[in-house]
């Protein structure tokens, strides 16, 4: 037996010498057809104990074509069977002194790398730092966390994004040297132009935050951007993450941030998506992004309130309810009408001064409609009551303090 694995593993290694890239890639197909699964152990019985000079000629021949990418997925799929084999370090060893890991990153970015090679050298990298805390400092170290990143903002496929996203995780897991640097990174991720890539990296960041256990300031301003997203799954995982960072030290900044998004700026309003503007583009029934982050905001604040006492405080504090009622004003977006008017109402139900100085604004049949179909009633109010509302002069702080004095 062991003379006739001799045998063959001697025609490989020759006709793999000799071979052309077809020759190559037929060996290739037919190791990683036979070899899935083996522990190092069986590689090398299999190979008659010519596994590294395999492995050898693998790694050679990628980082010489890695560039022209023949046969790239086969290339990367025949090596993560030596790194992903039980019992089989002295493989991954092997491929760390010759710089595969920079080779592997450094596919990550190419242009011209297809998706499938690009989620092959992920699951590679996978396989590197599934082997323990020292192999993920390794490829931090490489700047693996921006390669990585960088890819999954770039891709376009959605399994080659839900790779990097993993990797990203494992990164930041066991792995207290980099878990910081891999939470920036994830902040980084918000504001590219996937959507998909954004929603990624807000449901890992809920992961990683708890991780890192400190909030970054950073984070505020791109998450409460996402609220402008007319994606609604990257609007989700947003709120979740912002219900989650009410347990941090950022939660009153980022409770300022949601309220003043309640009532837009001028140059807000006066700025238009550029998509919104192309002729060449189809016809959109789109609102503005500042009033989906309106109606986001509104929405996300009436969770916020219904969740903690002292959170709803703190809004009525920042003259939320004020901002409330602009948004409730809004006749060019209904959902913010509907969002602000709904998480209005309930903070009039459990605060007296609330009630008081919205019945106040609004006047008495206003005030009557709202409180009887807060969810409805933008279907029945007139632009005057409108205009009211926007113009609204609310400020529960000066009233308390007037009240105190």
Not at 9 to 15: D, K, N, Y
Not at 33 to 38: A, E, F, G, H, L
Not at 155 to 182: D, F, I, W
Not at 345 to 356: K, N, S, Y
């Amino acid at each position: 037996m062991a003379s006739s694995n001799y045998s063959a593993a001697s025609t490989i290694l020759r006709e793999w010498d000799k071979g052309s890239k077809t020759t190559r890639a037929k060996i290739l197909a037919d190791f990683i057809d036979k070899n899935q699964s083996k522990t190092g152990p069986e590689l090398e019985s299999d190979l008659s104990q010519a596994a590294s000079l395999f492995l050898t000629r693998l790694t050679a021949w990628l980082r010489l074509t890695y560039m022209i990418g023949p046969c790239l997925s086969l290339q990367l799929q025949a090596i993560s069977i030596f790194l992903s084999a039980s019992s089989g370090h002295r493989f991954l060893a092997e491929f760390l002194e010759v710089g595969g890991v920079l080779t592997v990153l450094q596919i990550l970015g190419l242009k011209q790398a297809k998706e499938e090679d690009k989620a092959e050298a992920l699951k590679l990298l996978m396989s590197v730092a599934a082997a323990g805390r020292k192999y993920k400092e390794l490829i931090c170290e490489s700047y693996g966390i921006r390669a990585v990143a960088e890819c999954l903002a770039r891709s376009k496929s959605e399994v080659t994004q839900e790779h990097a996203r993993v990797m990203l995780q494992t990164l930041a897991q066991g792995n207290p040297k980099y878990q910081v640097q891999v939470y920036k990174g994830l902040i980084a991720l918000l504001p590219c132009s996937s959507p998909k890539a954004q929603q990624m990296a807000v449901q890992t960041l809920r992961i990683v935050q708890k991780i890192v256990g400190q909030a970054n300031t950073n984070i505020i301003e791109p998450l409460v951007t996402l609220l402008k997203s007319y994606h609604l799954e990257v609007q989700f995982e947003a709120m979740k993450l912002i219900k989650d960072l009410m347990e941090y030290s950022v939660q009153d900044d980022l409770l300022k941030s949601l309220v003043s998004s309640l009532v837009p700026s001028k140059e807000e309003l006066l700025h238009r998506p550029e998509i919104l503007d192309d002729p060449s583009a189809p016809e959109l029934k789109r609102p503005l992004p500042v009033f989906v982050q309106q109606a986001s905001a509104a929405k996300v604040i009436g969770v916020l309130a219904k969740d903690s006492q002292s959170v709803a405080e703190k809004l009525i504090y920042l003259r939320c309810t004020h901002s409330l009622m602009v948004a409730m004003g809004n006749e060019d977006y209904a959902d913010s009408q509907r969002q602000a008017s709904m998480a209005l109402q309930h903070l009039a139900t459990v605060f007296p001064i609330v009630d008081e100085n919205v019945r106040e604004s609004m006047g008495d049949q206003l005030y009557q409609m709202f409180m009887s179909n807060p969810e409805g009633i933008y279907m029945s109010m007139t632009s005057v009551q409108a205009d009211v509302l926007r113009s609204n002069k609310c400020n529960i702080p000066a009233f308390v303090d007037a009240a105190k004095s």
